[in-house]
């Protein structure tokens, strides 16, 4: 695999929830923080959650802070997003790769998220 893999998006209603997976390519799983990303219709790609090569320390963005949990397997090198009480403004592709990835890097698919009201 040379190039992460998301999947779990949907369409939902407001307050609803989803869980987002992404298996990422093992040399970058194994040696970097991850990020998942998102990219809302007119904007630009934003970080929304970070998670330590460890697992054991976690950042969000303060507009999913509280109702986003990031959380990594490293037997199976995927990264998972839990999205609770989902809002409309939450609606986008979402992405996951290394810490600080940029146009240089290899970037999957992503997932589409749609939070109707």
């Known amino acids: 695999q040379v190039r992460p893999l998301e999947s779990g998006g949907g369409l939902v209603q407001v307050g609803e929830s989803l869980r987002l997976s992404c298996v990422a390519p093992g040399s970058i799983f194994r040696t970097s923080s991850m990020e998942w990303y998102r990219q809302a219709p007119g904007k630009e790609r934003e970080v929304v959650a970070r998670?330590?090569?460890?697992?054991?320390?976690?950042n969000y963005a303060d507009a999913v802070k509280g109702r986003f949990t990031i959380s990594r397997d490293h037997a199976k090198s995927e990264i998972y997003l839990q999205m609770n009480s989902l809002k409309p403004e939450d609606t986008g592709v979402y992405y996951c790769?290394?810490?600080?990835?940029?146009?240089?890097?290899?970037w999957g698919p992503g997932t589409q998220v749609t939070v109707s009201s």
């Open positions: 998670i330590s090569r460890s697992g054991e320390t976690t």
């Open positions: 790769n290394k810490l600080r990835a940029n146009f240089r890097d290899v």
